[in-house]
């Protein structure tokens, strides 16, 4: 007979929690048994274990979220079986004495039900097939994108993860090559492995995949498994339009490389997860709308932190800044020029004059690890502190997880704090970089040596870093980020932390640590891959993304680099970057027309900074709900069918963005239904235009400086006045509350430091605009109140721009500013002068 605990937690180990409670089920069948644990979480997600006799479910740094939340313990009968389980406003999850899972929405209405769990575990090792007849399980398979890929001894090694990485997680469909397909895991079963399968309505797609460039263009998957590469990232999690979403982990360990031993597969009626060794969790979310399942999701992995203040201006990055005279002269080009700027990267040469990658195990005797290249940084305090001081610029430099010194790898090879693997060098190429010299960062006292060595940095003025090459385990970039933000914490423990990675694991955005793209080239096609991309790994659980603004390898031409850039405006982050060899992505290089047309994209970036940083605000205090978020998420049922898998527009906060992405300027929008404004983006503009939705729109040719991007009507959006250069010149006068009428709107306006960490203790100051259509008036309403180091920043008065719509034509009123006071109302009566 099975057997049933009810366990709950007392509120010295779950201070937050309100009836707390878990349930613990033992699965018997024949001697074979299965231990399954269900309980609630804060986040209101539901997490079910799946434990072998006497094993022990590992934690994952992923999860933030406590066994919490108002739930209480329920039988549920469903099928004449009695499922005994967790039951919160949330929905209910619950298990049969037989090992069925039975998922439920809040209304009582079935989700999904899960076959026995004792029926797919799988024999202790099973081997079939070999691969490419090159062996027991290894070689070579050729995927439908024509590449061939390696794949490691899977008879030693067992690697699900490699194969499945090689065939089928890195490319948009099935490589049929010899006897892999889809979902095979290159004809290996490896020891313990188990599954858990979830049946649905039929037809479900699964959104949330991640993606790499190859499969940017689809955001549902058929097979995923979560891994780390150069350019991809791939996520344990789905939302599944069955109604729920899922999120699942099994082994937790640094042995597999940067490929999890989790998998899950779909047929369009099931969803399968394979895993690895004795313990399964897998948490789910019962939750039908697909925006409102992201911000759940994010409360289970995090709410993001909010980056500093000058992260949503522009910054310049390229490797091969000679010296710097160089960074001084650029520096003076981008103000002289009237470009607005507000950091810097440096790249590997302004901190050592050789380039380690190609160093064998043994690295480099004489090779500083952790100083500066004297060409480019002579006096690194002084230097530092006179770019800020002189160009009101921020340093950030690039940084690698490994060593090159051979006296620094002889001393942590001996205490085994050396990893053995190196760094794939491609998402298609098995040679590896840096093996033997990559730090183990799982173990704490790695953390802790590497954040000594880190701290000086924070106080000599370099401000963040961007971190590459750590696709060496899966959770290289979590804790190479724990250390890192030590180091800062030891230096500066007011500072807010920040870094740039090249790749993310789901719930790094709670540390302060975002994503970038990895090392594309100037070319249509790897831009038109940007996006889609960006709203995947969004999906995924990185909320903040950037890319290489131009590509990386390769020349660029002034059309692209331009197209690009509009397309920055409207991503979290906008930065560009190159490689040492090619011309530097600066506006000035590539021609008037070019030059002028991306310098109106930056200051209209700056015009959007109280923006964008208030959508980061919110993100924190209210939840992730979907600042970058796909047309999927905004289309009725009739609409996604035709264009749900659109990416080359997205949504921006309450702006829909719809940048050129075609050589020559052919262009195509799909607007939803409603009425539609094109967005004002220059501050002295005498029109816009209106459209309805429902229907796509196409134009042969958009000019160079135009940027397509789209505002319902009832839309209200802050915005800085003209002529900010650097986020240190805010306010700059009075902030400009564009309204489109035609609707009631409502936009809050954050105001903090910028810099510390004072606004996660609600140091902050809430402006709330709201709009009254049939009043035909603009109102605030004040709350929070600012520090003293805030407010020197802070806006004091607004004004109104108010995008009027009657008898068939828009007209334009402008109001003079008034004090940003509490109560105030700007009221229009349509007589403004226009």
Same mark, same amino acid.
């Given at each position: 007979?099975?057997?049933?605990?009810?366990?709950?937690?007392?509120?010295?180990?779950?201070?937050?929690?309100?009836?707390?409670?878990?349930?613990?089920?033992?699965?018997?069948?024949?001697?074979?048994?299965?231990?399954?644990?269900?309980?609630?979480?804060?986040?209101?997600?539901?997490?079910?274990?799946?434990?072998?006799?006497?094993?022990?479910?590992?934690?994952?740094?992923?999860?933030?979220?406590?066994?919490?939340?108002?739930?209480?313990?329920?039988?549920?009968?469903?099928?004449?079986?009695?499922?005994?389980?967790?039951?919160?406003?949330?929905?209910?999850?619950?298990?049969?004495?037989?090992?069925?899972?039975?998922?439920?929405?809040?209304?009582?209405?079935?989700?999904?039900?899960?076959?026995?769990?004792?029926?797919?575990?799988?024999?202790?090792?099973?081997?079939?097939?070999?691969?490419?007849?090159?062996?027991?399980?290894?070689?070579?398979?050729?995927?439908?994108?024509?590449?061939?890929?390696?794949?490691?001894?899977?008879?030693?090694?067992?690697?699900?993860?490699?194969?499945?990485?090689?065939?089928?997680?890195?490319?948009?469909?099935?490589?049929?090559?010899?006897?892999?397909?889809?979902?095979?895991?290159? !004809?290996?079963?490896?020891? @313990?492995? /188990?599954? #858990?399968?979830?049946? $649905?309505? +039929?037809?479900? %797609?699964?959104?949330? =995949?991640?993606?790499?460039?190859?499969?940017?263009?689809?955001?549902?998957?058929?097979?995923?498994?979560?891994?780390?590469?150069?350019?991809?990232?791939?996520?344990?999690?789905?939302?599944?339009?069955? !109604?729920?979403?899922?999120? @699942?982990? /099994?082994? #937790?360990?640094?042995? $597999?490389? +940067?490929?999890? %031993?989790?998998?899950? =597969?779909?047929?369009?009626?099931?969803?399968?997860?394979?895993?690895?060794?004795?313990?399964?969790?897998?948490?789910?979310?019962?939750?039908?709308?697909?925006?409102?399942?992201?911000?759940?999701?994010?409360?289970?992995?995090?709410?993001?932190?909010?980056?500093?203040?000058?992260?949503?201006?522009?910054?310049?990055?390229?490797?091969?800044?000679?010296?710097?005279?160089?960074?001084?002269?650029?520096?003076?080009?981008?103000?002289?020029?009237?470009?607005?700027?507000?950091?810097?990267?440096?790249?590997?040469?302004?901190?050592?004059?050789?380039?380690?990658?190609?160093?064998?195990?043994?690295?480099?005797?004489?090779?500083?690890?952790?100083?500066?290249?004297?060409?480019?940084?002579?006096?690194?305090?002084?230097?530092?502190?006179?770019?800020?001081?002189?160009?009101?610029?921020?340093?950030?430099?690039?940084?690698?997880?490994?060593?090159?010194?051979?006296?620094?790898?002889?001393?942590?090879?001996?205490?085994?704090?050396?990893?053995?693997?190196?760094?794939?060098?491609?998402?298609?190429?098995?040679?590896?970089?840096?093996?033997?010299?990559?730090?183990?960062?799982?173990?704490?006292?790695?953390?802790?040596?590497?954040?000594?060595?880190?701290?000086?940095?924070?106080?000599?003025?370099?401000?963040?870093?961007?971190?590459?090459?750590?696709?060496?385990?899966?959770?290289?970039?979590?804790?190479?980020?724990?250390?890192?933000?030590?180091?800062?914490?030891?230096?500066?423990?007011?500072?807010?932390?920040?870094?740039?990675?090249?790749?993310?694991?789901?719930?790094?955005?709670?540390?302060?640590?975002?994503?970038?793209?990895?090392?594309?080239?100037?070319?249509?096609?790897?831009?038109?891959?940007?996006?889609?991309?960006?709203?995947?790994?969004?999906?995924?659980?990185?909320?903040?993304?950037?890319?290489?603004?131009?590509?990386?390898?390769?020349?660029?031409?002034?059309?692209?680099?331009?197209?690009?850039?509009?397309?920055?405006?409207?991503?979290?982050?906008?930065?560009?970057?190159?490689?040492?060899?090619?011309?530097?992505?600066?506006?000035?290089?590539?021609?008037?027309?070019?030059?002028?047309?991306?310098?109106?994209?930056?200051?209209?970036?700056?015009?959007?900074?109280?923006?964008?940083?208030?959508?980061?605000?919110?993100?924190?205090?209210?939840?992730?709900?979907?600042?970058?978020?796909?047309?999927?998420?905004?289309?009725?049922?009739?609409?996604?069918?035709?264009?749900?898998?659109?990416?080359?527009?997205?949504?921006?906060?309450?702006?829909?963005?719809?940048?050129?992405?075609?050589?020559?300027?052919?262009?195509?929008?799909?607007?939803?239904?409603?009425?539609?404004?094109?967005?004002?983006?220059?501050?002295?503009?005498?029109?816009?235009?209106?459209?309805?939705?429902?229907?796509?729109?196409?134009?042969?040719?958009?000019?160079?400086?135009?940027?397509?991007?789209?505002?319902?009507?009832?839309?209200?959006?802050?915005?800085?006045?003209?002529?900010?250069?650097?986020?240190?010149?805010?306010?700059?006068?009075?902030?400009?509350?564009?309204?489109?009428?035609?609707?009631?709107?409502?936009?809050?306006?954050?105001?903090?430091?910028?810099?510390?960490?004072?606004?996660?203790?609600?140091?902050?100051?809430?402006?709330?605009?709201?709009?009254?259509?049939?009043?035909?008036?603009?109102?605030?309403?004040?709350?929070?109140?600012?520090?003293?180091?805030?407010?020197?920043?802070?806006?004091?008065?607004?004004?109104?721009?108010?995008?009027?719509?009657?008898?068939?034509?828009?007209?334009?009123?402008?109001?003079?500013?008034?004090?940003?006071?509490?109560?105030?109302?700007?009221?229009?009566?349509?007589?403004?002068?226009?």
């Amino acid at each position: 007979m099975p057997r049933f605990i009810a366990r709950v937690a007392s509120a010295a180990v779950l201070a937050a929690a309100v009836n707390a409670v878990e349930v613990e089920t033992v699965i018997d069948k024949g001697g074979q048994k299965l231990m399954v644990q269900i309980a609630h979480m804060d986040s209101n997600a539901f997490r079910v274990r799946v434990l072998a006799p006497g094993a022990t479910a590992l934690e994952s740094p992923m999860i933030a979220a406590k066994v919490g939340g108002t739930a209480t313990e329920k039988t549920v009968n469903h099928n004449d079986a009695a499922y005994k389980g967790v039951e919160s406003s949330a929905g209910f999850v619950g298990v049969d004495p037989t090992g069925r899972i039975l998922l439920n929405d809040k209304n009582g209405e079935q989700l999904a039900t899960s076959d026995l769990l004792l029926d797919h575990k799988a024999p202790e090792s099973t081997q079939h097939d070999k691969v490419d007849g090159a062996g027991a399980g290894s070689g070579t398979c050729t995927c439908p994108d024509g590449q061939r890929y390696a794949v490691g001894d899977l008879t030693e090694n067992c690697a699900h993860g490699e194969a499945s990485l090689a065939c089928n997680g890195g490319v948009p469909s099935a490589c049929t090559h010899g006897q892999v397909s889809e979902g095979d895991s290159m !004809g290996v079963t490896c020891a @313990g492995a /188990g599954q #858990v399968i979830l049946k $649905s309505k +039929p037809g479900a %797609k699964l959104y949330g =995949k991640g993606s790499g460039p190859s499969d940017s263009a689809d955001f549902t998957s058929s097979y995923e498994q979560p891994l780390l590469r150069n350019g991809r990232v791939h996520s344990p999690y789905y939302f599944s339009t069955a !109604g729920y979403a899922a999120f @699942g982990i /099994g082994h #937790v360990g640094t042995e $597999s490389g +940067p490929v999890m %031993k989790e998998s899950y =597969k779909t047929d369009g009626e099931k969803v399968t997860w394979t895993y690895e060794g004795d313990a399964f969790t897998l948490y789910l979310i019962p939750e039908a709308d697909m925006s409102e399942a992201t911000r759940l999701y994010y409360e289970l992995v995090g709410r993001p932190a909010v980056p500093p203040r000058y992260m949503f201006g522009f910054g310049a990055s390229r490797w091969g800044w000679k010296d710097f005279d160089y960074i001084q002269e650029v520096l003076r080009n981008f103000r002289d020029k009237d470009m607005p700027i507000d950091y810097i990267t440096v790249d590997t040469e302004g901190f050592s004059k050789t380039f380690d990658i190609f160093f064998n195990s043994k690295g480099q005797t004489g090779f500083s690890d952790f100083g500066y290249n004297a060409d480019v940084f002579s006096d690194p305090k002084a230097q530092l502190t006179a770019l800020e001081k002189d160009y009101n610029v921020k340093v950030s430099g690039t940084r690698r997880p490994r060593i090159g010194s051979k006296e620094t790898l002889d001393e942590l090879r001996a205490k085994g704090w050396l990893l053995q693997r190196g760094v794939d060098a491609y998402d298609n190429d098995a040679s590896q970089h840096g093996a033997g010299r990559y730090l183990d960062l799982s173990k704490a006292e790695v953390r802790d040596w590497y954040a000594k060595q880190m701290e000086h940095f924070s106080q000599d003025g370099i401000d963040f870093w961007v971190n590459v090459e750590g696709e060496v385990q899966y959770y290289t970039y979590w804790n190479w980020n724990v250390a890192e933000a030590a180091a800062l914490q030891a230096a500066a423990p007011k500072q807010r932390f920040f870094s740039l990675n090249r790749g993310f694991v789901p719930g790094m955005a709670r540390l302060g640590a975002a994503a970038t793209m990895g090392d594309d080239k100037p070319t249509w096609k790897d831009f038109q891959a940007v996006p889609g991309t960006m709203l995947n790994w969004v999906m995924a659980g990185a909320p903040y993304v950037a890319c290489n603004i131009g590509g990386f390898w390769g020349k660029t031409t002034g059309e692209l680099l331009t197209r690009w850039m509009q397309a920055g405006v409207f991503m979290p982050l906008m930065r560009v970057h190159s490689i040492e060899h090619e011309t530097p992505h600066w506006p000035w290089n590539f021609g008037a027309e070019a030059e002028e047309a991306m310098r109106a994209a930056l200051h209209l970036r700056y015009r959007l900074l109280p923006y964008h940083y208030s959508l980061a605000q919110q993100a924190y205090h209210t939840g992730y709900k979907g600042w970058i978020r796909p047309m999927a998420m905004e289309l009725d049922e009739e609409e996604a069918k035709a264009e749900g898998n659109l990416t080359t527009q997205w949504f921006d906060g309450q702006i829909l963005v719809a940048p050129v992405f075609e050589q020559g300027g052919a262009h195509r929008t799909y607007l939803p239904k409603g009425r539609w404004f094109s967005l004002a983006v220059l501050e002295q503009a005498k029109a816009v235009i209106t459209l309805p939705g429902g229907r796509a729109f196409n134009r042969k040719s958009v000019p160079l400086g135009t940027i397509p991007a789209y505002v319902r009507a009832g839309t209200v959006i802050p915005m800085s006045p003209s002529g900010v250069s650097h986020v240190g010149e805010l306010p700059n006068g009075a902030v400009v509350v564009q309204v489109y009428t035609g609707k009631d709107g409502q936009f809050t306006l954050w105001e903090d430091d910028g810099e510390t960490t004072e606004y996660q203790s609600g140091k902050v100051r809430k402006s709330t605009f709201t709009w009254h259509e049939s009043a035909a008036k603009l109102c605030v309403k004040i709350e929070g109140t600012l520090t003293a180091a805030a407010q020197k920043h802070a806006f004091t008065q607004f004004r109104a721009k108010v995008f009027h719509f009657a008898d068939g034509a828009t007209d334009i009123h402008r109001t003079e500013a008034v004090d940003l006071e509490d109560g105030k109302c700007i009221e229009m009566g349509w007589h403004a002068t226009q």
